[in-house]
């Protein structure tokens, strides 16, 4: 079956320091993948998206970046990280195969300070 | 633009009852619809979806209508139990490309014993 992680789980960091997420997919081969931030009361807003190794979309401009060295690793970073960039994060993928329904981690709690 | 809207922020319901959470869009290229569930500090599940060629989808105690004409979809869960209670984001795929998902805003339900 298909498992995903992510890590850390919770993460306090000050302003302008740097920022490295991880995201890994288990059971499964070549799967879309994609990175979401929940903003405290709002919705799931789409930051990236992976079809494959190196294949990066961005959705908004802003602060983060996102890297997929493995066909089942994703990777969300920042250089120096904002106050607004605090948020739960939350990564998610899908098989390549068509199907529509994304299947989420656990999820990362960001505060920056 | 948003595409997609939850446009009640909250419901409460009494256990037992029926509990009907609604969604609209805008974009009629949208070709699937999902209900997703949330618990806090946690990621969302997956819980139940509609093609747009169909108006109705059940699975045990949750059914998903969808009205094509109105652009609206809504969830009912019947009968509702406390550990129901979470958050409930609607997300619709299609429009674009690469499976992404545009999500509302979601809708906290609150189940009382």
């Known amino acids: 079956s298909q498992t995903i992680h992510q890590w850390p789980a919770t993460l306090v960091q000050p302003v302008g320091s740097p920022l490295s997420l991880e995201c890994t997919v288990e059971?499964?081969?070549?799967?879309?993948l994609y990175w979401y931030r929940q903003a405290a009361g709002r919705g799931l807003q789409l930051l990236f998206y992976s079809v494959g190794i190196g294949q990066i979309s961005s959705e908004v401009p802003q602060n983060l970046s996102a890297s997929r060295p493995q066909d089942r690793q994703f990777i969300l970073s920042s250089k120096k990280l904002l106050l607004s960039d605090s948020g739960f994060y939350l990564c998610?993928?899908?098989?390549?195969?068509?199907?529509?329904?994304?299947?989420f981690g656990p999820g990362t709690r960001l505060t920056v300070t | 633009d948003q595409q997609v809207k939850q446009n009640s922020p909250s419901l409460s319901v009494q256990e037992g009852r029926i509990s009907i959470l609604n969604c609209d869009y805008t974009n009629s290229m949208f070709d699937y619809f999902l209900w997703y569930k949330k618990y806090p500090a946690e990621g969302p599940t997956f819980l139940i979806s509609i093609s747009s060629i169909k108006d109705k989808n059940e699975d045990g105690r949750f059914t998903v209508f969808l009205n094509k004409s109105a652009k609206h979809l809504s969830l009912h869960i019947v009968p509702s139990q406390p550990g129901d209670s979470a958050v409930y984001f609607c997300?619709?795929?299609?429009?674009?490309?690469?499976?992404?998902?545009?999500f509302g805003q979601g809708t906290i339900l609150t189940v009382h014993p």
């Open positions: 059971g499964t081969s070549n799967p879309n």
């Open positions: 997300a619709a795929h299609g429009g674009t490309s690469y499976g992404k998902l545009t």
């Open positions: 998610a993928w899908i098989d390549g195969t068509g199907g529509v329904e994304q299947y």
